[in-house]
């Protein structure tokens, strides 16, 4: 080991991305090992983000102009979480100022589609991100409800199904939304079929069993798709749900005659637990599929309460959990929300890594932001999944290699008591000590 780099966060001592130095302690011993195998290389990491809500779009249009060059930066920016990936919304979803489409309703022909809507500020906050990284960041979208009338419900919210006759329309609104953001200059890489296509909810959403989603995907979207050229530069991932069915949901809709054509991965949540071995049982039935974690948040209604260092540890136990299942990507739900944790039209708020302060010309970072950052900011696009062993379950750990080779280590102590550890590759060694609720990233050569 070489050039080992200590950044630490803990809460209790005042410390956010403190960085120090460590010396190389030589050969190891047997006892408190977190071993790293650099040569047992697995998935690709594509990198992070954060959703473009409209939530998020409209808080950021808020901030005094200071401000808003801060956001951009403390998200996209070298100095902040580095984010590279976005995730954007076809359409309204619950975290939008209301249910909006881009037709008219009733409008079987699309002629009236537009993307005002989201000129006004969605693509403007997509531009400055641009602006930052200093190249688009990719972007994966989702839809969460049709128009009204393209369902069997008749309205956007509440579930109801994609009615049968649209779907070819369906299909071609998908079309013109990914055209219309290329006239912006922005490319859309992913899409899903359904944001939660299991989940009846009060807000936008709609509803889709397995064959019903193999069935839009077969013989609609990825036709649709493929006429039009985009199979080449966007891939279709499926479910967009929580983990526990994810498995089983890939499996049924490649099981259907043509859907293998189309169907390049899958797209998860957390919402209902860890689930971090189903993640393992489709890598292992389907390892060319690329997995993305594509939402998750802390919900008021569940998590009222539980504190900061808890929703930090939370945020940092999913994302290395779901990066040694197989995902290739971590992608947060929105960037940023107000002091309410909105705004939402359906009153369903959220915590969020970063807030609007009341005068919504101001934020805070939470202590899940310095969370993430322990892995957004050193975890390269590129990087590779290395196999680790460590000693003790009081530990959440996971090790990389970055595409330059430099080892990145991320170790989270959400227990009580100091746990000693020794990181271990061949003949060398560093020796740590990790505080009570703390986490550490350690980087060497």
């Not at 299991?198 to 807000?203: D, E, F, L, T, V």
Request: hydrophobic residues 35%; proline residues 3%; negative net charge.
């Amino acid at each position: 080991m070489k050039n080992i780099k200590v950044i630490e966060t803990d809460f209790a001592g005042g410390k956010f991305w403190n960085e120090s130095t460590a010396e190389n302690a030589g050969v190891a011993g047997e006892m408190k090992l977190l071993v790293v195998y650099p040569n047992e290389k697995e998935t690709t990491i594509r990198g992070f983000g954060g959703a473009f809500t409209e939530a998020a779009a409209h808080t950021y249009a808020g901030l005094e102009e200071g401000a808003g060059k801060r956001l951009i930066s403390d998200l996209f920016g070298d100095t902040g979480l580095r984010y590279n990936m976005g995730r954007v919304h076809m359409s309204s979803c619950d975290f939008a100022l209301g249910n909006y489409t881009y037709i008219d309703e009733g409008d079987e022909s699309l002629e009236t589609f537009s993307i005002a809507h989201d000129d006004k500020e969605i693509i403007p906050m997509i531009k400055a991100a641009e602006a930052e990284i200093g190249k688009q960041p990719v972007l994966v979208m989702a839809p969460w409800s049709p128009p009204p009338f393209m369902k069997t419900n008749g309205e956007m919210n509440h579930g109801g199904k994609l009615k049968e006759e649209y779907a070819d329309l369906w299909a071609e609104y998908f079309v013109k939304f990914i055209r219309e953001y290329e006239k912006r200059g922005l490319d859309i890489s992913f899409t899903t079929i359904q944001n939660e296509p299991n989940a009846k909810q009060i807000w936008d959403s709609c509803l889709y069993n397995a064959g019903e989603e193999a069935d839009f995907i077969v013989n609609h979207l990825g036709p649709a798709m493929k006429r039009e050229g985009l199979l080449d530069k966007i891939k279709i991932f499926v479910w967009d749900h929580n983990k526990e069915l994810a498995y089983e949901r890939v499996k049924e809709i490649l099981d259907v005659e043509g859907a293998k054509e189309y169907v390049s991965g899958c797209a998860v949540h957390w919402y209902t637990g860890d689930h971090f071995d189903t993640l393992k049982l489709l890598k292992k039935h389907y390892p060319d599929m690329e997995i993305f974690f594509t939402e998750g948040c802390v919900e008021y209604s569940i998590l009222a309460g539980a504190g900061d260092v808890h929703n930090a540890e939370m945020y940092a136990h999913q994302m290395i959990g779901n990066l040694k299942g197989g995902c290739n990507a971590i992608i947060d739900w929105n960037l940023m929300v107000d002091y309410k944790g909105g705004p939402n039209h359906v009153g369903n708020f959220c915590d969020a890594p970063i807030k609007a302060l009341e005068s919504g010309k101001n934020y805070e970072k939470k202590l899940s932001y310095y969370y993430i950052g322990h892995l957004s900011r050193y975890i390269k696009e590129g990087a590779r999944l290395i196999w680790s062993s460590c000693y003790t379950k009081d530990l959440d750990t996971a090790a990389f290699v970055n595409p330059t080779g430099e080892r990145v280590v991320v170790i989270m102590n959400s227990s009580d008591k100091n746990v000693p550890l020794v990181i271990k590759e061949n003949d060398t060694s560093v020796d740590l000590m990790m505080t009570p609720h703390s986490i550490k990233t350690v980087i060497y050569d």
